[in-house]
């Protein structure tokens, strides 16, 4: 089992920036890659960003590359996703995830394949 935990969502203005971080705990052996996703309102859970926890390897959905970042900690079981440039449409409940296969070698644009998900927590841009 792994627990993950999210935190940093706010409100923020448009071209602004706020970082999202992950706490992770459990059987982090087990995990091969933890990312984000996000929920729009209305809308179906939508692929953020991943990293390889162990290569270190990261891919992004083309709408926030240049823009977000992903980074993890491995020593403090932590990721992190760095946001600049906020958009509105940026607005979502944001997911850390956590896949633990070992066969797969990119992470899955599809929510069921993933293992674990946090709690989700508000992005907010306005105007």
């Known amino acids: 089992q792994v627990q993950l935990v999210e935190s940093g969502g706010d409100l923020v203005q448009a071209g602004g920036s706020l970082r999202l971080s992950c706490a992770a705990s459990g059987d982090m052996d087990s995990v091969k890659f933890m990312g984000w996703f996000r929920q729009i309102s209305g809308k179906e859970r ?3 960003g991943a990293i390889n926890w162990n290569g270190g390897s990261i891919s992004y959905r083309d ?3 240049g ?6 900690d491995n020593a403090k079981n ?3 996703l760095q946001m600049s440039s906020l958009k509105p449409e940026d607005t979502a409940v944001y ?3 956590a896949d633990r296969s070992l ?4 992470p ?3 929510p069921s394949d993933w293992d674990y998900w946090g709690q989700g ?3 907010t841009v306005s105007s």
């Open 95 to 97: 997911f850390c995830v």
């Open 121 to 123: 927590t508000q992005v």
């Open 103 to 106: 066969k797969r070698v990119v």
């Open 63 to 65: 709408s926030v590359k």
């Open 46 to 48: 939508e692929f953020v």
């Open 78 to 80: 932590m990721v992190s």
């Open 108 to 110: 899955s644009r599809y």
């Open 67 to 72: 823009r977000f970042a992903i980074s993890r």
